[in-house]
């Protein structure tokens, strides 16, 4: 028995329950949980982006901080490697569908990769910016909202490693797929909130300047 | 010592202080290899506090047992069928570990948040003998504001927003129809956290307790004793206890109902946790994300709320009552819950406008998260936000008094059991409409301006969280009493804790509204002589009210002992909580139930809420 049923979320039941069938629910009970918990998870994102917009938008914050700059340009790249990711992410679910495991597998991989590469990136930004969170109040929210990013990209990285693992120890079926999919939903979610995050704090210029 | 390895609190007693040092010396390894000038400086003990708390508590997690399946089947290996060592209590022992059973992990929470609610208001009881007379005398100031503080965290981070987890935990699968919830050991996990988070805000006593109240506004949190980072850092466990909580909670009841239980079917304390846990969900990570601000100011010298680094100070205030408005929601909604199941029950009617209260839960929830600023109408808030908050604030005024409406209509002309549940929920609806009533006037701004700050608001809170909360929790806890011991409690001692809670609370509570109005301040040591006299009435019905409590805990133990034995069904109710043994079974439900009416049908001849189907037929079932 390999992965985990997509229908009964846990196999946790009573003797005489063993009949017990849950309301069906297309997802399936876990990912169900994880959309859910998701919600709790933009709403730990929002409450860091109040601060931000409260300070920017009605304390007259100077963004960015007088004499610093926030790379727009070149982190543009990384966007660019994180939405590739989630595609990946995306075709390795439809290897899997095909049941095509080489693809499921590396593509798999090279979502890990790419997500590896922009916490590089990130991290190499942080050592070029030129401010630290205790600089000034622009440095402290930035690093938090990126830092809390870069974290969930990490949480999200530790799951594609477990999946990647299991895959070649050869779980997950057209069929059987909670683990995979539970994996693939949140790392679009750490990319969706990439993008948001990316307009916000980078893009969205100061309405003094 | 076998027993230090298998998942238990002995393992947890090598495991979390290991966990803890461990990583504290790791840190201190990174600050050496980065080139620090110095190892140790000012700073460094308040990072090792808060380094060593965290790793402590996942430290103890791994102690407990939370992971030790979860980590065999990320990695892939082989899944083992459950072999149910986990679920269900077969002796006291089960108690104290790491128990799947939702029935367990109910009393559980129970029991640990009461021992919360007696140690806060222990604390209440210290504070309230110091207020008893103008002048210094019982305690300093110093151990005024920590106690004070202490009072209000304990009560609502580890009290209010958990004990209601803990009954819905007890009472939600079984009135669906449900082996258990969702996600047994995500359940078990979120108790776990709880008493961490106890022991977390009772330890900042050692290292100069939290001053900041419970609020922790900075610059008071950012510039506080060591004791508000461990403030910080209890408010996030408690914090993601209550969020794992209430997923399971959604997921249980969006999954886990019975063959016929449709959503209009549902009791309407699954409705109230349904709302309850949706706004848990969607509004605890800012209280979260608001700790994390004060706590990174103060471990790591950020510049969050430090006002000539472009600091915002205002913005923590608007991120704190973001949550913790909607928390007060979270704390008195399954409250609302209960009492509709009691008094429907109790007056053997059909509850009047089952829809009208379903509907106002939602209705509740959603308009709590548009009130938030109404707690900073005098902080220098922007101008344009009173006047609409005033507004919102004043329509919340309508779902409940929908609320209010229907449990009147539901007792009215009913047959009324006054047992001591009954008496709690009809006390419930006096305390709570004055606390409601003081709270529109609150949500005026030119009234508000007026008492901000003073003894009105300590009062108008108390109002609601006692006079509402905390006696909708007796009132469940006297009501499901049977079901979990099996015994009936004892009614003579129950009605002599009501009239003692009844009379003395409102002792208590009422005179702060005229000291509120005169201008006493609130979270003071010390108070001008003119407020002397009430103070003295309020201490001392503060004091009989403390002493009632003891009423509770002797009837609740010597009652699991000695009271009349229960019966399933002592009540004659129709939920299916009551349909299975008290206590129920380790499975809940030995023949699947199929649900085919409402939950209320009181007074309808041969009514039914559920069925269970022949045994002979389910026999045969099983073996085709």
Known sequence: MSGHDAAVGHDHHGPAAHTYQPYPVRLGIVPLGLVIFLTSEISLFGAFFLWYGHARGLNNLAWPAIGYEIPADSTSINTAILIASSFTCELAFLSLMKNRRRGLFWWLVASFVLGAIFLGLQAREYHDIGFLPTTNAQGSIFFSLTGLHGAHVFIGLTLLLFCIIRVARGHFTPKRYTGLLVTSIYWHFVDIVWILLYTLVYLLPDKVA | ?624
């Open chain 2, 1 to 624: 010592m076998r027993v230090f390895l298998r998942p238990n609190l002995a393992r947890c007693l090598w495991v979390t202080p290991f966990v803890s040092l461990t990583s504290m010396t790791l840190a201190l390894a990174i600050r050496k290899a980065a080139g620090y000038p110095q190892l140790w400086d000012d700073g460094v003990p308040q990072q090792m506090l808060a380094i060593g708390y965290i790793s402590g508590v996942i430290g103890f997690l791994i102690g407990i047992g939370s992971f030790d399946t979860w980590f065999p089947w990320m990695i892939g290996s082989p899944d083992r069928p459950d072999d149910h060592s986990q679920h269900g209590a077969y002796s006291w022992r089960d108690y104290f570990r790491f128990n799947t059973d939702h029935k367990v992990i109910g009393v559980q929470y129970v029991v640990t948040t009461f021992i919360a609610f007696l140690m806060g208001g222990m604390m209440a009881e210290i504070f309230r003998s110091e207020l008893a007379h103008s002048g210094q005398g019982v305690i300093d100031t110093k151990m005024f504001n920590g106690l004070m503080s202490q009072h209000g965290t304990l009560m609502i981070f580890t009290f209010l927003v958990p004990v209601f987890a803990g009954i819905g935990n007890f009472v939600i699968p079984l009135m669906l129809g449900a082996p258990d919830m969702a996600f047994p050991r995500l359940n078990a996990l979120s108790f776990w956290l709880l008493p961490l988070a106890l022991l977390i805000f009772l330890s900042s006593f050692l290292v100069g307790s939290f001053e900041a109240g419970w609020t922790g506004y900075p610059p008071f949190s950012t510039e506080g004793p060591m004791g508000e980072t461990l403030f910080e850092i209890g408010i996030q466990v408690a914090g993601a206890s209550s969020i794992a909580t209430a997923v399971n909670f959604l997921v249980t009841i969006i999954t886990m109902r019975a063959p016929g239980m449709t959503l209009f079917r549902m009791p309407l304390l699954v409705w109230a946790n349904l709302a309850t846990s949706a706004l848990v969900v969607a509004a605890t990570p800012f209280i979260a994300g608001a700790q994390f601000m004060t706590m990174f100011d103060r471990v790591m010298g950020t510049k969050f709320f430090v006002p000539e680094m472009g600091g915002d100070v205002l913005a923590y205030q608007h991120v704190f009552w973001f949550y913790s408005h909607p928390a007060v929601y979270i704390m008195v909604l399954p409250g609302f819950g209960i009492i509709s199941e009691i008094l429907s029950v109790m007056s053997r009617k059909p509850i009047f406008g089952y829809r009208a209260i379903a509907f106002s839960s939602a209705g509740i929830a959603l308009l709590g998260f548009s009130v938030w600023a109404h707690h900073m109408f005098a902080s220098g808030m922007e101008d344009w936000l009173r006047v609409p908050m005033m507004i919102s604030t004043m329509m919340i005024a309508i779902p409940t008094g929908i609320k209010i409406f229907s449990w009147l209509g539901t007792i009215w002309q009913g047959v009324l059991h006054m047992t001591t549940a009954m008496l709690f929920a009809t006390g419930f609806i006096f305390t709570f409409v004055i606390g409601g009533v003081t709270g529109i006037w609150l949500a005026s701004v030119p009234f508000d301006n007026h008492v901000h700050d003073t003894y009105f608001v300590v009062a108008h809170f108390h109002y609601v969280l006692f006079g509402g909360s905390v006696m909708t929790v007796f009132a469940g806890l006297y009501f499901w009493y049977p079901k979990v011991t099996g015994r009936m409690i004892n009614e003579k001692l129950g009605r002599a804790h009501f009239w003692t809670t009844m009379i003395s609370s409102n002792l208590v509570f009422m005179p702060m509204h005229w000291l509120g109005l005169e201008g006493m301040p609130r979270r003071v040591a010390d108070y001008d002589p003119q407020f002397q006299n009430w103070n003295e009435v309020i201490s001392l019905a503060a004091f009989v009210l403390g002493a009632g409590m003891l009423i509770f805990v002797y009837n609740v133990i010597v009652s699991a002992r000695h009271g009349a034995p229960a019966g399933p069904n002592p009540y004659r109710s129709l939920t299916l909580e009551w349909q299975v043994s008290s206590p129920p079974p380790i499975f809940n439900f030995d023949i699947p139930p199929r649900v085919v009416g409402g939950p209320y049908r009181y007074g309808e001849p041969g009514a039914k809420h559920a069925i269970f189907p022949e045994p002979s037929v389910a026999k045969e079932r099983t073996h085709a």
